[in-house]
């Protein structure tokens, strides 16, 4: 009689390879339904300064025509849209690493801003907004009298 390995651990390993294969499956069909939307937000920096936030959204090859601001309470949405481009029957692509799609991505502001004096400009594939402060939140220096 030949010896066997039991090995209980193998049996853990093909029952986890086979839950994979399934939910790879759902998600694949899922996002076959779905709406076609934009994997790779935009790449933001946000600073803040004394008197501001400014956000700088990396958009390249985004018309401002496309980008949607909306500030509501303390949250500020950009979102909007990374066209493909037309195609053509006189070429082909040979590789696509680019997304394509609808997007939208959202901030929590941790302080009050002064929605009135918000401002947008976009150069260079690069859309700066600049969000001020309220007064009422920004730092202030105490000087200190001598008696």
């Known amino acids: 009689m030949p010896v066997v390995h039991w090995r209980p651990l193998d049996n853990f390993q093909n029952l986890r390879k086979e839950m994979d294969k399934k939910f790879n499956r759902f ?3 899922m996002a076959e339904d ?7 937000y935009p790449m933001v920096d946000i600073e803040e300064t004394k ?7 990396e958009l390249p090859g985004v018309s401002k025509d496309d980008v949607k601001i909306n500030l509501a309470d303390e949250t500020l949405t950009l979102s909007g849209e990374i066209k493909e481009p037309e195609a053509k029957e006189d070429r ?3 590789r ?3 997304s394509y799609g609808k997007f939208q991505r959202s901030f929590y502001l941790p302080m009050q801003i002064q929605s009135s004096k918000v401002k ?3 150069k260079d594939g690069i859309l700066t907004i600049t969000l001020p402060k309220k007064e009422e939140v920004k730092p202030k220096e105490i000087s200190i009298s001598v008696s």
Do not use: G, N, T
Request: aromatic share 20%; charged share 30%; glycine share 0%.
């Open 92 to 94: 082909k692509f040979h």
């Open 51 to 57: 008197d501001d936030f400014v956000i700088y959204a």
């Open 120 to 122: 947008a400009s976009f």
């Open 96 to 98: 696509i690493e680019r």
């Open 27 to 29: 998600y694949r069909s």
């Open 34 to 40: 779905s709406e076609s939307v934009c994997e790779c």
